[in-house]
């Protein structure tokens, strides 16, 4: 389920998607927006045996990136660079 975020941020936020749909690791690993808006993004990342370790469950380093790329997206038009 997609947010529909403000007009005015319509733009922003395709332009965001459309970055991490075309980013290298994030496409490596198979994550996919969900849903977005202001501070708020939610990341799938559909289990794959090539993400998991030894003991059959998903990588930690997997699981820290879809962290770290979802609290990016959240955070990105918060952040003034």
Do not use: N
Not at 1 to 27: D, I
Not at 49 to 73: K, W
């Amino acid at each position: 389920m997609k947010s529909h975020p403000a007009p005015c941020h319509m733009y922003f936020w395709r332009k965001v998607v459309e970055a991490l749909e075309l980013a290298p690791f994030e496409t490596l690993l198979g994550m996919k927006v969900i849903q977005i808006e202001r501070g708020f993004c939610r990341i799938e990342l559909p289990f794959r045996l090539e993400l998991t370790q030894p003991a059959g469950i998903v990588h930690g380093g997997a699981i820290a990136s879809l962290a770290d790329t979802a609290v990016a997206v959240a955070l990105k038009e918060m952040v003034i660079l």
